[in-house]
Nanobody
């Protein structure tokens, strides 16, 4: 599975962005997808996850209420809608895929994902 995250950019605090995760080599509806982020000097951290079935989602506590993860099977894409962005949300955002597990499996840890895409930079100005 080859993944590509896109949609990052520069946005003012309080603004919104929608990140996209596209795939080649596999239908995204056959894998669980997670979003992670890594800020300069920090470890990569979990942001959001959606199960293969789409019925289970999970969010980092710091992002709850501000982000929504969703699928568009017709476009073979997974989206991360981010609202009310803060300066501390500045990071490179990555999407990752996990093809194994039950349809309801929605992993939240780095090591639970087998495939990673190139990241997209989100910069939030205060």
């Amino acid at each position: 599975v080859q993944l590509q995250a896109s949609g990052g950019g520069l946005v003012q605090a309080g603004g919104s962005l929608r990140l996209s995760c596209a795939a080649s080599g596999r239908t995204l509806s056959s894998v669980a997808i997670g979003w992670f982020r890594q800020a300069p000097g920090k470890e990569r951290e979990f942001v959001a996850t959606i199960s293969r079935s789409g019925t289970n989602t999970g969010y980092a506590e710091s992002m709850k209420g501000r982000v929504t993860i969703s699928r568009d099977s017709a476009k073979n894409a997974v989206y991360l809608q981010m609202n009310t962005l803060k300066a501390e949300d500045t990071a490179v955002y990555y999407c990752a895929a996990q093809p194994s597990g039950r349809n309801s499996y929605a992993p939240t840890r780095n090591r639970e994902y087998d495939y990673w895409g190139q990241g997209t930079l989100v910069t939030v100005s205060s």
